[in-house]
C-alpha cells in the first residue's frame, strides 16, 4: 500500500516538473525574443528602392496598440496554460508545497532556520509526534511559520487539551503544551479504546501501558464514567474487587467483580445500594459466598442467584428435610 502511495506521488511530481519545465522553456523563449527586438532590423527596401510601408491596417494597429504587448499577451498565454495544466492535472498541492518550501529554503539562508525547540508539558507524546502533529519539519523556518495554525493543529489532536505555540526570532520555537489524562478504558461493540474524563477518545486501542485503568462498557459509558467511577471510589470494599462497570440501556450499572459475580444495581440511589453492599460484605462476606448474581434493581428487596453447584445442593437439602419431615410423621 505504501509503495503505491509513493508511485503515485512520483508520478505527479513528474508531472508537476514537466509543467515547470515547459513554463521555464517558454520564459527563455520570451527572453530571447524581447533580446532581439531590441535591434530591429533595417527596413528592406522595395523595388522603387525606398522603405515598404504597412498596409492601413497594420499601420493603425502599430500606431494606437501598446509597445511589446505581444509579449505581454504571449506571456500570459504561457502561464495561463501552464495554471490550467497545473490545476488539471491535480498538481495544486505539489504546486503549494514546492513554493512553501522555496520561500522557507530562501528564509533558512537568510538566518531564519529553526535552530532550537523547547516543549513543556509532554507527557504520553514524545518531541517528535508533537512537531509531527504541529506541521513543523526540518524545511520550515521561522520567519514563515504560522503560530496560530499549528496551535490549531496541535489542538485538534486528542491527546492535546490546550497548546501556545511561540516565536522567538532568529531561531528558537517553543511550543507549551497541557495533554489530556488517559481515565479508563472503554470498550463498545467488541472494540476497547483509552479515553479522557470528559470521554473524548484518546487512542482507538488500549496499550499494554494503560492496562491498569478502570473498565467500563456499553453505548454512553464513556461520557457517564466520570461520575459513576467518582461514586464507587466512595466504597472501598466494592471498588476493590471490581473488574468491569457496564452501562446497560444508557439508564443503570451493572459491574462484575473479579470473582465473576454481576451485580444489578438500580436506576437511583446507587449509593444506598454500594453501601448495603460494603455491609453485607463485611458482615456476611457476600462476596464470597457461592452465588453468580446479585440483583438490587427493586427497591424493597435483594436477590441474589446461587451457582449450579449450590443450587443443586439446596435442592437436595430441602428434599432430605422434607423425607425426614414425613418419615416423623408416619
Do not use: C
Not at 520570451?30 to 528602392?49: D, E, I, N, Q, V
Not at 518531541?127 to 504560522?146: H, K, M, P, Y
Not at 444508557?250 to 459475580?261: A, D, H, S, V, Y
Not at 446507587?270 to 440483583?295: C, E, H, P, W, Y
Amino acid at each position: 500500500m505504501h509503495g503505491g502511495g509513493r508511485l503515485a506521488w512520483s508520478s505527479r511530481l513528474s508531472g508537476f516538473q514537466s509543467d515547470l519545465k515547459a513554463v521555464a522553456i517558454a520564459a527563455v523563449a520570451l527572453l530571447r525574443h524581447k533580446l532581439s527586438r531590441r535591434r530591429p532590423p533595417p527596413p528592406r527596401p522595395s523595388h522603387l528602392g525606398r522603405p515598404e510601408q504597412p498596409s492601413g491596417v497594420i499601420a493603425l494597429l502599430e500606431k494606437y496598440t501598446p509597445r511589446r504587448i505581444g509579449v505581454v499577451a504571449t506571456a500570459v498565454i504561457l502561464l495561463g496554460s501552464a495554471g490550467l495544466g497545473i490545476v488539471k492535472g491535480g498538481h495544486i498541492d505539489e504546486f503549494v508545497q514546492a513554493m512553501d518550501d522555496a520561500r522557507n529554503a530562501v528564509a533558512n539562508i537568510a538566518g531564519f532556520r529553526i535552530e532550537q525547540v523547547a516543549i513543556s508539558g509532554r507527557k504520553q507524546l514524545t518531541q517528535d509526534e508533537i512537531l509531527a502533529i504541529g506541521g513543523v519539519n526540518g524545511r520550515s523556518s521561522l520567519l514563515f511559520l504560522d503560530a496560530a495554525a499549528v496551535r490549531d493543529k496541535l489542538k485538534a489532536n486528542p491527546w492535546i487539551a490546550e497548546a501556545t505555540v511561540l516565536k522567538f526570532y532568529p531561531g528558537e520555537l517553543q511550543i507549551d503544551i497541557v495533554e489530556r489524562t488517559a481515565f479508563a478504558r472503554w470498550q463498545l461493540d467488541g472494540r476497547a479504546a483509552v479515553i479522557a474524563d470528559d470521554g473524548a477518545v484518546l487512542e482507538p486501542y488500549v496499550a499494554r501501558r494503560f492496562m491498569s485503568l478502570p473498565l467500563v462498557v456499553g453505548s454512553g459509558a464513556g461520557n457517564r464514567a466520570k461520575d459513576f467511577l467518582a461514586l464507587l471510589a466512595r466504597y472501598p470494599q466494592v471498588q476493590a474487587q471490581t473488574r468491569a462497570a457496564a452501562l446497560i440501556g444508557e439508564r443503570r450499572w451493572n459491574i462484575w467483580l473479579t470473582n465473576g459475580l454481576v451485580i444489578r444495581l438500580p436506576e437511583h440511589d446507587v449509593g444506598n445500594s454500594l453501601a448495603m453492599l460494603t455491609k453485607l460484605d463485611q458482615d456476611d462476606r457476600l462476596f464470597s459466598r457461592d452465588i453468580t448474581a446479585i440483583d438490587m434493581r427493586l427497591p424493597d428487596r435483594l436477590t441474589v442467584r446461587l451457582s449450579d453447584n449450590a443450587a443443586k445442593a439446596r435442592e437436595e437439602l430441602f428434599k432430605d428435610k422434607k423425607s425426614k419431615k414425613k418419615a416423623g410423621d408416619a
